[in-house]
Structures are given as structure tokens and as C-alpha cells.
């Protein structure tokens, strides 16, 4: 077993990218993985997090995750995974894990059930018994949009404290600030629209679907920000925000999907009840992101600023 990457120095820091499942003819396409591993790592984002809402988890067998963490364990090996666990009642949650842990992951990201709104007594429940079921580490996913359920910050910080809980993955964006304001705990941001604003308050890392699209600049943007630079940071993600936006004008992961087999890199498949997004989304998208600096032009504000 890993040692809890919660006692490693700058864990839970930086930029780490949910990592999409490519799809071909149904099956997981290991050699496509690969490369987006390879891609993202040359980035230098922090890890991945597999099999959430953007890894499509719910969809994906058991069988398949273990083929999909391999390749990316083979194709970036120096890099952490975070595994996506959820569901409604945490047996379910704790068969899982004990299949998973073989894998070795740096942690869990945990949801609150889903749908069933449950009172604050009955979160804490629920993720004391995952903790129970693991001695990995636990990221709280605070998403009400998908779960039904905004977590207080109170509730949260209880959850670090009792329930084995190293970080949480926020999307509101008054808990956000908050949480970055009270540094009780690492707080990763989970809205990419407010990711430049989590850094200049402070936080310690975000885990950012849009980063799929030119990592460089989401890299450029926290770099920028942590050290001083925030005209320049503002700038930089300026441009990123009709990029930010598309992605998320129809159900996630579709519009990542289509913008990187558009790339050429994957194809443009989803598992039902998930399809694929508009090619009218897909144009406007690609027009958006040929707007944005380039590589090197990015890479030039950073080594000036630093």
C-alpha cells in the first residue's frame, strides 16, 4: 500500500486534470489513454483523477478501470492518481474500494449521496464508514449541482477532522472563498469559472475539467497568480473564459470529447445515456480556442513575470 500521499509534502497543490475515458466502439481505448497521459503529463499538471463525471465512472465497469489506470499508471508513472468513488450508500462505496486499493491510488474523491439530500448527522455517517473502509486518503467533492446537497463549510472542516477527509473539491464559490480564507484544510477548486480567483485567494490547487483544453495557460494562469502577477494572470484567463463557457453549454464530458477528436486525439464517443455534443458546439469551441495565445507566446509572459 502507498504510503497516505495526504503526509507528502505540497500534496493536494497544483493543477490536477480529471481525466476523460476515451471510447472506441465501445470499448476503452487503452492506446488513446496513453497518449493523453503522455500529453498532459509533458504539462506538468500535479496527477489525475480518474472515473468522476468527467472519466464518465458511473459508466465504466470495474474491468475497465483497471485497464484505463494501468495505461495511465504505464504512461505517466511519476505521476499520482486519485480515484472517483460515489454512490448512495457507502457498501456499495466500500466494495468498491477494496476492489480499487489494489491499484494503489494516492486517494478517493467522495461525493455525498447522491439525490438523497441527507441531513448534516447523516453526511457524517456516511463518510465515516468509507473512512472505515480505507486507510487512503479522502477528497470531500462538494458539487450540489450533481448531488442535491451543499456542504457547509462547518461541516467540512468536521469532516477533515473526523472522518479521515485531507481536502475537499469545491464548486461554490462563497464556500470556496471561505475555505481559502480559513486554510483549515487544502481546498482543490472545482469550478473552472472561478479558478483564477481561488488562486488569488490563496488556494492550494484545483482539479479542472476545462484543462483538457491548452493546459499551458491553465498552468500559466496559476503560476501567475501565486507569484504577484495578477494583471497578467487576468489577462491569460481572460481569453479561457468563452473557452470555459462552451465547454459547459451542454452535459460534461461531451464538449472535452469533442474538442480533443477534433485534435485528432480520441474519438468522439460517449457510453449512453451520454452522447456526444452538437457540432455547431464543437465549431463555436474550435473558434474559441484558436483565439487563444500560443504556446510559446504563454510560455514568454510566464519566464518574463518569473
Given at each position: 500500500m502507498n504510503a497516505r500521499h495526504d503526509d507528502l509534502p505540497g500534496a493536494w497543490?497544483?493543477?490536477?486534470?480529471?481525466l476523460v475515458t476515451p471510447l472506441r466502439d465501445s470499448?476503452?481505448?487503452v492506446a488513446a489513454m496513453q497518449a493523453l497521459a503522455r500529453r498532459y503529463a509533458r504539462a506538468g499538471i500535479a496527477g489525475f483523477v480518474l472515473f468522476g463525471s468527467t472519466g464518465e465512472g458511473n459508466l465504466i465497469s470495474m474491468k475497465e478501470k483497471f485497464l484505463a489506470c494501468d495505461a495511465v499508471r504505464a504512461a505517466a508513472?511519476?505521476?499520482?492518481?486519485?480515484?472517483?468513488?460515489g454512490g448512495v450508500e457507502p457498501l456499495g462505496i466500500y466494495q468498491s474500494i477494496r476492489k480499487l486499493e489494489r491499484l494503489q491510488p494516492a486517494g478517493w474523491l467522495v461525493p455525498p449521496p447522491y439525490y438523497l439530500r441527507p441531513a448534516p448527522d447523516g453526511i457524517i455517517w456516511h463518510y465515516q464508514q468509507i473512512a472505515w473502509a480505507t486507510r487512503l486518503p479522502i477528497i470531500i467533492y462538494d458539487v450540489a449541482r450533481r448531488t442535491g446537497t451543499q456542504l457547509s463549510v462547518e461541516l467540512i472542516e468536521h469532516l477533515a477532522a473526523h472522518a479521515r477527509c485531507a481536502a475537499v473539491k469545491?464548486?461554490?464559490?462563497l464556500a470556496l472563498a471561505a475555505l481559502n480564507a480559513r486554510q483549515k484544510l487544502p481546498t482543490l477548486c472545482g469550478e473552472d469559472a472561478l479558478f483564477l480567483q481561488h488562486f488569488l485567494q490563496g488556494g492550494s490547487g484545483a482539479i479542472s475539467?476545462?484543462?483538457?483544453?491548452?493546459?499551458d495557460i491553465f498552468m500559466a494562469v496559476m503560476t501567475l497568480a501565486r507569484a504577484g502577477h495578477h494583471d497578467v494572470a487576468q489577462t491569460l484567463f481572460a481569453a479561457l473564459k468563452p473557452v470555459i463557457r462552451l465547454l459547459y453549454q451542454e452535459p460534461s464530458p461531451g464538449p472535452v470529447k469533442k474538442y480533443l477528436a477534433a485534435a485528432g486525439l480520441i474519438a468522439d464517443e460517449l457510453r449512453l445515456p451520454m452522447t456526444p455534443a452538437s457540432e455547431a458546439l464543437?465549431?463555436?469551441?474550435a473558434q474559441a480556442v484558436a483565439r487563444l495565445p500560443a504556446e510559446r507566446e504563454v510560455a514568454g509572459l510566464v519566464s518574463v513575470a518569473g
Amino acid at each position: 500500500m502507498n504510503a497516505r500521499h495526504d503526509d507528502l509534502p505540497g500534496a493536494w497543490s497544483g493543477l490536477w486534470l480529471p481525466l476523460v475515458t476515451p471510447l472506441r466502439d465501445s470499448y476503452v481505448d487503452v492506446a488513446a489513454m496513453q497518449a493523453l497521459a503522455r500529453r498532459y503529463a509533458r504539462a506538468g499538471i500535479a496527477g489525475f483523477v480518474l472515473f468522476g463525471s468527467t472519466g464518465e465512472g458511473n459508466l465504466i465497469s470495474m474491468k475497465e478501470k483497471f485497464l484505463a489506470c494501468d495505461a495511465v499508471r504505464a504512461a505517466a508513472p511519476q505521476l499520482p492518481i486519485v480515484l472517483g468513488v460515489g454512490g448512495v450508500e457507502p457498501l456499495g462505496i466500500y466494495q468498491s474500494i477494496r476492489k480499487l486499493e489494489r491499484l494503489q491510488p494516492a486517494g478517493w474523491l467522495v461525493p455525498p449521496p447522491y439525490y438523497l439530500r441527507p441531513a448534516p448527522d447523516g453526511i457524517i455517517w456516511h463518510y465515516q464508514q468509507i473512512a472505515w473502509a480505507t486507510r487512503l486518503p479522502i477528497i470531500i467533492y462538494d458539487v450540489a449541482r450533481r448531488t442535491g446537497t451543499q456542504l457547509s463549510v462547518e461541516l467540512i472542516e468536521h469532516l477533515a477532522a473526523h472522518a479521515r477527509c485531507a481536502a475537499v473539491k469545491e464548486c461554490d464559490p462563497l464556500a470556496l472563498a471561505a475555505l481559502n480564507a480559513r486554510q483549515k484544510l487544502p481546498t482543490l477548486c472545482g469550478e473552472d469559472a472561478l479558478f483564477l480567483q481561488h488562486f488569488l485567494q490563496g488556494g492550494s490547487g484545483a482539479i479542472s475539467a476545462a484543462a483538457h483544453v491548452r493546459p499551458d495557460i491553465f498552468m500559466a494562469v496559476m503560476t501567475l497568480a501565486r507569484a504577484g502577477h495578477h494583471d497578467v494572470a487576468q489577462t491569460l484567463f481572460a481569453a479561457l473564459k468563452p473557452v470555459i463557457r462552451l465547454l459547459y453549454q451542454e452535459p460534461s464530458p461531451g464538449p472535452v470529447k469533442k474538442y480533443l477528436a477534433a485534435a485528432g486525439l480520441i474519438a468522439d464517443e460517449l457510453r449512453l445515456p451520454m452522447t456526444p455534443a452538437s457540432e455547431a458546439l464543437g465549431a463555436r469551441l474550435a473558434q474559441a480556442v484558436a483565439r487563444l495565445p500560443a504556446e510559446r507566446e504563454v510560455a514568454g509572459l510566464v519566464s518574463v513575470a518569473g
